[in-house]
């Protein structure tokens, strides 16, 4: 009933994406949608839209939406072309097929990446201007009028030259007769109607009145409710269980045992903690019993000090340094985060000897189909996915051990089941963002020029557990993410990676990826190399960057629009940082207050955004407020740590999210450009890390290496080489 990596893999290789990554923005064929849409509307001339007769166009979305606003923007990419209202559409979840609804720049059926636009800009305007070419074209031959004089509009083809009008509907049934057209032309971004303007989210109204459906929402005719307890130490096993007692409490029904964990079944959710609590279960540790904290640092920071496999080499770094006025050099830790996703892990499975249904909200449902296939033997066709909107993500639902659990729980119980996970079981048995201990030099010039940079960065590898083939020549890609394309102008530059995996943790992706941990370390450093140089940070960091015009211009965007340089009063302080990822270029600005406790209240925060063509602006300044939150939360609170092989946070108590009298103000500025779209969803998280320690540097003179950040504003942190620095930056 175990599904290993490795397994994940060869499964979605071979029925996810035909042996290898399928990449390219062909839409399927319509024989592939009729085996995967299930539907009596007469015309679908693709995977993502169909028009049934009454007229009504349903898009058929392959990116879930867990928060970031897809089920807008994607339609309106749809709506452009077919020249339709948007508010008018219906959505649906695209059912489990990673052949049809493969994320072109990813070849899984994935949302993840801040790839929804990225990926879908050019497929989606296809879907929906080559619809509208048909439908032109079926009231074309009604008419027998030349094509050219027919133009879509509002849900209608108009005969331009006679004013005629066929509605989309009376035409979709002579539309889908019609040959799919290979080739169909596509609005330049100076026709655009919709795409660009601001646009409510089309999914507010039922996540206001409850209408809408989140896996944990899922209730079905006999259903019962499964809670788990997992080994408390990671590795360990299931040592004994008092059945009896917890048979006891009404309305249990069954206590479940697993090799590391054991559930409780019960007619409710709160009979089954009463179960579960009654069963007082033992464990044995297993070998990471007396695992901490202390432990996986101390492991990290030795194998920092050997030689890593090179991620990029440029002229000679070690020369470069050793040869400077000035060297400059620092450690910097980033604790085990977790994704606390304010739905916590859920799922329902109904398993017969027929079929398993499976009701969840997943990132990932065509490789969740395939690891379910092989976990209970069935066929794809019986293996049945129901996708639910995500109640938060963040990297969490790229991962299907929940779902692999719930199904081990429904193979013992006859009927439906939903396992919840409690908040203490999502916190504690988290797969977490890994802990990361960079060591960083570099040389400064008698004139304060940056003349070489030397980083060689330890910790977990995702890629390795995940998609072994993307390690090239022993560097993991996304560990070394933001040091590798360091966005400043240097000749010498040299990146090392030393993996070393913490005893039993599961690690993965979190909100950023490796853009946050890369960004939070350059961006630090960047501030302690300009005040080594006696420079303003700013100054700096610009002087740096004159073959890099949009990072450039988004850094003295925010700048601008912070009051950079304006003196604030004592204790107060601003940072900045700059942010590269995901085909966007971000800048933030923090501005803090450090009272004489040390406590760090952040008070403002200014965003400049160039992530090339806009689709919904609307979308992206909430994606950057959103970010930035998650990002402070972090920062300043987020840290999981370990005591006696367990993880110690429990609930949002000591795992903190920023309170609402705790935000900043945020200001968000959007740049227009005609760029490629890039990604919004995670690197507003990135930047804000940095730009709120180098505040805190600002204000206080004292360095923040270590997150998060916690008391050491009050006593600065000791943690690396000590540096001759100004007690008060240039722009505090």
Known sequence: MSTTRRDFLKIAAA???????????????RAEVRDTLITDAPFAPNAFLRVDRAGKVTFVSPMIEMGQGTYTSLPMLIAEELEIDVDKMAIEHSPPDDKVYANPLIGLQMTGGSTSIRAMFVPLRRAGAT??????????????????????KNGAVVHVPSGRKLGYGKLAEAAAKLPVPEKVALK???????????????????????SAKFGIDTRLPGMKFAVLAISPAFGGK???????????????????????????????????????????????LGPNGKLTTADVVAQLATVSEQQGAVARHDGDASKAIAS?????????????LAHAAMEPMNCTVHLTKEGCDIWVGTQIPGVTQAVLMQVTGLPREKVRIHNHLL??????????????????????????VQLIYTREEDLQHDMYRPYYYDRVSAGLDAKGNLVGWSHRIAGSSIFARSFPTIIKNGVDPDAVESVVNLPYGLNDIHV????????????????????????????????????????????????LLDKNPRAKAVLQLAAQRSGWGKRLP???????????????FIAQVVQVRVDKDGAVAATNVWCAVDCGIQVNPDTIRAQMESGIVFGLSAALHGEITLKDGRVEQTNFGDYRVLRINETPRIDVTLVKSSETPGGIGEPGTSGVMPALTNAIFAATGKRIRKLPVGAQAAQGDVHGAPMNVQQESTNA
């Open 188 to 210: 330049t971004p100076a026709d655009f109607k919709l795409v660009g303007t601001p646009h409510r989210r089309l999914d507010l109204v039922g996540k206001i009145d409850g």
């Open 238 to 284: 299931l040592a004994a269980v008092d059945e009896a007692k917890a048979m006891a409490v009404p309305g249990v029904s069954q206590v479940i045992r697993l090799p590391d964990a054991v559930a409780v079944v019960a007619s409710h959710t709160w009979a089954a903690k009463q179960g579960l609590a009654a069963a007082a279960p033992q464990w044995d």
């Open 15 to 29: 029925s996810a994406i035909g042996g290898g990554l399928q990449i390219g923005f062909d839409l399927p064929a």
């Open 496 to 543: 090392e990676w030393v993996a070393q995996e913490p005893p039993g943790i599961p690690t993965t992706f979190w909100r950023g990826v490796g853009v946050t941990r890369g960004t939070f370390v350059v961006e630090s450093f960047m501030d302690e190399l300009a005040a080594a140089a006696q420079q303003d940070p700013l100054a700096f960091r610009v002087a």
């Open 570 to 584: 004592a204790g107060q302080g601003r940072g900045i940082a700059l942010c590269i990822g995901f085909g966007s």
């Open 391 to 416: 109640g938060g993500g963040f990297g969490r639902r790229l991962e299907f051990d929940g779902t692999v659990r719930a199904v081990q729980v429904a193979r013992q119980v006859n009927g439906p």
């Open 324 to 336: 400077a006025a000035r060297k400059v050099e620092a450690r910097y830790e980033q604790p085990f």
């Open 131 to 152: 619809a509208r070419v048909m439908l032109e074209t079926a009231a074309a031959q009604q008419w027998n009028v030349d094509p050219s004089t027919c133009r879509g």
